[in-house]
């Protein structure tokens, strides 16, 4: 399982990811979800992954040395994206390109071809963009109206993000509300866990200004969640109890 | 969509459904899903129900006029169960009489055969009790360690019951955790809907303490949800923001 989660405000986007992967509950293992591609001054861009490790990886493999267009014989890269929304279209062919490849196989093991990803960034002389793209090679771009995109166990860590968020939040705020959304998914779901990695660009500064991983133990994650559950458990108690029938002692 | 829950304190019972079903995103309507049965000082069971309501319905209908013990020739109902777990296997049985005569058309009108219910309360003599039954006609008995099952919807609504409830919660204070786990359901998915449907028991007392409807616009859920709201605002805007990379203006 997994848990990766996009914020786009009007500041810049954060974009954070877990890195547990399982194959069964018995074989737990890490690896990172949210990869960086960023060339200073001129794009930066974050893609996160999840699904199938082996479509996901395959897929960033072929953004990575490029698929071939076959009207103009180039091969294009992920990182060579004119804009974010070809970029967007390019991980939808290298889904599809996959797809061909192993999809049948997967069936015959009664497998889905599970996969979908995100990608934020910015393109000097563009717009700061979010995407997510399914495993049909189909996308959508986060707007204004609802300043997020999640991929993997999405539910656990919605609420707070439907109630917190909206695109005035701060950058920092906003990385901070993708935290807790996080603590609440890995809280519930044992196949979403540590270490966190965060992605973080202020808009049209077309750098990373946070590239980070949050390690087990980090001390400023560990007291978030510890005041969470503190708030939350304040929060709860300083409703009124439900005035409906007579208590009795 | 639906979401049922119930929670079993050391003090009592509570069950909360919503009302919402939907044929479609274009066909949605009201129904009860919480059923109560109640014979005062004697028994006292709830019965919630998920899943397609033409099962659960049939499975409900079933237990009402009873099913034929193949041994006995008695004709087995749910009210008539000796003990709460051999309510929970009548519910079973009704589960796969109803599979025996509907799956196949479903499966060829390519629907699963989705039903589950919760079924909590006390027959005198014995403990209160709370059981969930899944389509296999299969169940598993709350515990204390986890002192709430789940039905339908149920990850928007989890956090908070992971972190607000334990067995010694005060029978009020988890109607109340049971509320804002329903609206943080609700806030984010449409087919769990108003109004919400309320059953609480105390331990021993053999009948229903609460058997309540909470209608739309009903003043202390509403109350209760601006509360919730705002205090989790005002709980993330307590924490300190990231302390990670360095912010600039």
């Given at each position: 399982m997994t848990y990766c989660c996009g914020l786009l405000v009007h500041d810049g986007l954060v974009m954070i990811a877990d890195t547990r992967t399982n194959a069964g509950l018995d074989n737990v293992s890490t690896f990172r979800k949210l990869h960086v591609f960023e060339r200073l001054g001129e794009r930066v861009m974050g893609l996160a992954s999840a699904g199938n490790l082996s479509i996901s990886q395959s897929v960033v493999s072929l953004l990575a040395e490029g698929i071939e267009?076959?009207?103009?014989g180039e091969r294009e890269t992920l990182i060579d994206a004119p804009t974010m929304f070809q970029g967007a279209q390019r991980i939808g062919k290298a889904i599809r390109l996959v797809h061909s490849l192993y999809a049948t196989g997967l069936e015959q093991s009664n497998l889905t071809f599970d996969v979908s990803f995100l990608l934020g960034g910015q393109i000097s002389g563009s717009k700061l963009e979010l995407y997510m793209i399914y495993a049909a090679g189909n996308c959508i771009r986060c707007t204004v109206d609802t300043p997020y995109l999640q991929i993997g166990e999405?539910?656990?860590?919605k609420p707070i993000l439907d109630r917190a968020?909206?695109?005035?939040?701060d950058l920092y705020d906003g990385l901070k509300i993708s935290l807790i959304s996080m603590d609440s998914t890995m809280r519930s779901n044992l196949g979403v866990g540590m270490p966190i990695d965060v992605l973080m660009m202020r808009r049209d500064?077309?750098?990373?200004?946070l590239n980070y991983r949050i390690e087990p133990g980090e001390p400023y994650f560990h007291d978030l969640r510890e005041r969470w559950s503190a708030a939350l458990r304040a929060a709860h108690m300083a409703i009124p109890r439900p005035p409906y029938g007579v208590p009795k002692s």
């Open positions: 267009n076959s009207e103009t999405h539910k656990y860590g968020c909206n695109f005035s939040t500064a077309l750098k990373a200004e």
